[in-house]
């Protein structure tokens, strides 16, 4: 926590400032869009952009980060709460603050328990088509809002205005770069004006507003935009939990993946790494910050924040200075904002989701995994044809069901004995040899309840009619659970009752450990527990070896 | 299907013709009960224990199977149709069918999916934490049937029965088999007909009734069952599907996970195994058939499949043998159960889910595994203080947390050469020889989405500042999935840009083929792919070998 402020140093100041400037003035017209997509007033989007930044910094670890609103968490604020509320309304926004509220709580308790590890369940085609079904559904929602007002009732003016921006800022998308790259601007430079380009758009198009007159010709503005900053108060009102708490959940587990992967890939850039503990109590904070402030769910967004790391950022004071400005901004006259058309920030909004669409990912797995690819295009279809909640379901359901069909299947191999040596190996790779008497098998994972059945099966399985020993090699088994334990001791159950022992090899000194706490299975084993392989394999095999007769009354 | 037919041969008539006699005297009054249970009419739970047990003989791979109503399902029938039906109507039991029908649908087709493994995926100490709650709140909501009436309003000739035949039923259960088996019965006999006791009890409560008039004194009784056999309909009601959809598929889980354990634990007894996608078809077509027949959810018990073994059924026919006896029974006049009293019911659910109380589980959990007996308390208190649907929701995240958990810390150990030999092994259990300049890693487990993150992430941690090249040794990686091909690519470059290679050592055969499909991989990886450790170790490590000169110009 802070300790990049105790090794502060002059050194990284000039990045972080240019950074924190550079950023505001992003994050003025983006929270404006972003506010639009989750239908609050676009105030809102400045008001979530201020606080959530700087608490961020406090508990994240990463080091360019950049916290505010994103697109596809505001699309599902906005889907969460259609038919809960009016759009716009003051219990509209009471209700976005409280489904942030609860995301962050429970953001910050996932935190404090540990639980980073979650980010990892999805798995990358499922996020990518769901990413991308959010793209085409956020897209689509803006459509009518770029031609000034609805399908039927185009206003022309507007129409044009966000027409023109698009067309500018696909321009600017394509070739910008390249053409201030030629023009002999520094890479780093050309990189940031290019992505900039939103902000001169959305300038320009205020000019045309306010030279043209066209609020008088019935162009949608953004309207007045009160200054001052936000009163802080908590958003309670628990009548609505109920319905609120699934989406919010929902969100919030948006909320760490988007941040954790743009998190994880700067982070990887800056040769850094990113504690998801960490970024959980992070993220928890900001969406605390946002929801006492007016604002709505926030998280760290893959394009702000490269756009922070380009612009110099060396550490969250960036954010830091971005919350100031943004706070001086405030402050001061907001009139500025109000001749800025919603065409042409629906213009921005759908450039910006553009970058989300990928088709890269699904062609690649085509080619590497046809599972993988499947998932995509199912989660895909799912946000479609379902809902952008129900697509995150259907996303966490295959990612699940991939786990649990993975989990259930664990690597069991017989072995036998490489000739004149003592190694075991796998019968199916490698010329070794075995006794009649003997199934020697070699579990190759944890024995859990998610697999325990299908290793007694296997085992059984496996056996033949002439075998009156069975050894499980445990070399590879680093826990055996309750679950696991109950279904050894049915196994060597079962197999007492046909007249056949269970051996155990090779087992860990901490599975044994406790295994010795149980007597369930040492009072009851058939066989012993040998330290190697070769020591039951000799023992088991050497016909006047004791152990090797079988019981007098086999069932 | 039907594997068993074929095969069959007189010596198997006699004991399937006996078990099928015993159970059906078993079924009549446990059918009826557990209609009580499910807040339906007597008849619904004769209906359900007539075509489901042929349907199962079908498809199920269980040969003693006794599939019919059950204690935990019919629970849960009842508590999901609470609030949206009024118990007792003609919505409430069509809405039981539609539930039954939408459960037998989605087990077929998990059947046809191949998803038997799903079985599994409840931990044997959340599995016994339901159960054990379940039957606290099922003997709970029979404690006023009991007493005649309610709490407030006893009604004494009907509390005198249900006590009495509760202390007949508790003396029964401890004492009765060892009292027969003292008179000279053989075990098998004495331990059917103690399980039978419900049957004498129930029997000698219907005497009561008739003897003393106790009709007119008050006490409640099963009343009028209408004699004939169901008529055969789909009990489609679409308006209802939203709300019936979720409790249906809890009531599919937990009638796979009841029959299956059943079905495995008798299956072992018998040195058979259970096909778990097979169970899902039989249990599938069971409720379908229920479902079609007035009936209400169905599955295998672990209590009446257990009396159909000991009482000699060796194949399905057993259950045939049942059905058709039943359908005698509801074809010939049934005025003889109608005066049999709710309250000596009520007293047999109560001894039969007291059986169903578990606390050797997580006393023995709590010896052997700390976190295993925490998750049987979590489930209790899960069904007892937020609803049993919810105890099912709570145990399943349970145990799929603790997956979670478990696959996202895959074993990695840093190798090392046993000096002299060819062999690499962990560094912290052997005394091995290690080189500065190079990082030896064996991955030991599949690289997917739920660990991809932290291998990659670990790899960094063990980098120390002296080593050029990473070795990767994948001998016990069995699958690198999309995910895990992305973050080995993003781990290449994030080496790379530090001056340091990326080698992979030891690479299965399919999994080489599909990292070859991938030009990602190997078109960028910084270093080689190496047949063996010991390749790996000698060419990285010998100083005049050109492969270990690091880029001229790292980052």
Redesign the interface.
């Known amino acids: 926590m802070l300790s990049w402020l105790k090794q502060y140093h002059r050194d990284l100041l000039a990045g972080d400032v240019t950074a924190g400037i550079i950023v505001v003035l992003m994050m003025v017209p983006q929270g404006m869009a972003y506010a639009l997509v989750a239908g609050l007033p676009p105030v809102a989007g400045l008001y979530a952009s201020l606080l959530p930044a700087c608490a961020y910094a406090l508990f994240g670890s990463s080091m360019v980060q950049s916290v505010g609103p994103m697109a596809i968490t505001s699309l599902m604020t906005a889907s969460s709460l259609a038919g809960l509320a009016p759009a716009g309304s003051e219990l509209y926004s009471a209700m976005a603050a409280q489904m942030t509220l609860i995301a962050g709580v429970v953001l910050f308790l996932c935190g404090l328990l540990r639980l980073g590890?979650?980010?990892?369940?999805?798995?990358?085609?499922?996020l990518s088509g769901f990413t991308s079904g959010a793209a085409l559904v956020i897209a689509a929602s803006q459509f009518s809002t770029l031609l000034g007002g609805s399908l039927k009732q185009i206003n022309l003016p507007g129409a044009a205005i966000g027409l023109s921006s698009l067309l500018l800022l696909w321009l600017a998308r394509q070739y910008l770069m390249r053409l201030l790259k030629s023009l002999g601007l520094a890479g780093k430079v050309a990189d940031i004006l290019a992505k900039m380009a939103p902000v001169f758009v959305l300038a320009l198009a205020i000019l045309c507003v306010l030279l043209l007159n066209l609020e008088q010709a019935g162009v949608q503005v953004v309207g007045k935009v009160p200054s001052g900053l936000p009163a802080l108060g908590l958003p309670l009102a628990f009548g609505q939990m109920r319905e609120l708490l699934m989406p919010s959940l929902l969100i919030g587990f948006m909320i760490f993946l988007s941040s954790q992967s743009a998190a994880?890939?700067l982070a990887?850039?800056r040769?850094e790494?990113i504690n998801g503990n960490h970024e959980l109590l992070g993220l928890g904070a900001a969406n605390l910050a946002s929801a006492v402030s007016g604002g709505f769910p926030v998280t760290g967004s893959i394009s702000r924040s490269a756009v922070n790391y380009t612009a110099g950022a060396n550490t969250p004071l960036a954010s830091v200075i971005t919350t100031v400005l943004m706070a001086v901004l405030l402050s001061v006259p907001t009139g500025w904002m109000s001749p800025l058309p919603l065409s042409a920030l629906a213009a921005t909004i759908m450039i910006a989701v553009l970058g989300m669409l990928d088709f890269e990912?699904p062609r690649?797995?085509w080619?590497?995994?046809r599972g993988?690819a499947l998932a995509w295009g199912v989660t895909l279809a799912g946000v479609l044809l379902l809902g952008v909640e129900e697509g995150v379901i259907v996303g966490l359901l295959l990612?699940?069901g991939?786990?649990?069909?993975?989990?259930?299947?664990p690597?069991i191999a017989v072995i036998g004995r490489i000739p004149g040596t003592e190694h075991y190996r796998n019968v199916s790779r490698y010329a070794v040899e075995t006794r009649p008497e003997l199934l020697l098998l070699r579990v190759?994972a944890?024995i859990?309840?998610?697999?325990?059945?299908?290793i007694s099966?296997s085992v059984?399985?496996q056996l033949q009619d002439s075998q009156r020993d069975v050894v499980l090699v445990l070399s590879?088994v680093?826990?055996i659970?309750?679950?696991g334990?109950?279904t050894l001791v049915?196994l060597n159950?079962?197999l007492n009752?046909?007249g056949i022992r269970l051996n155990l090899a090779e087992v860990k000194g901490p599975v044994m450990d406790?295994l010795q706490?149980?007597d369930?299975l040492l009072s009851q084993l058939s066989g012993k527990v040998f330290l190697s392989t070769a020591a039951a394999f000799s023992a088991l095999t050497e016909p006047d070896n004791p152990a090797a007769t079988v019981p007098a009354n086999p069932i």
Do not use: C, M, W
């Open positions: 590890f979650l980010a990892q369940f999805l798995s990358r085609p499922v994880v890939s990887q850039k040769g790494r990912t690649e797995a080619r590497y995994d993988d990612s699940l991939t786990l649990i069909a993975r989990a259930s299947r690597h190759d944890a859990f309840f998610g697999n325990a059945e299908r099966d059984l399985e590879a680093n826990q659970d309750t679950t334990l109950y049915e159950r079962a009752a046909r406790r706490r149980s369930l």
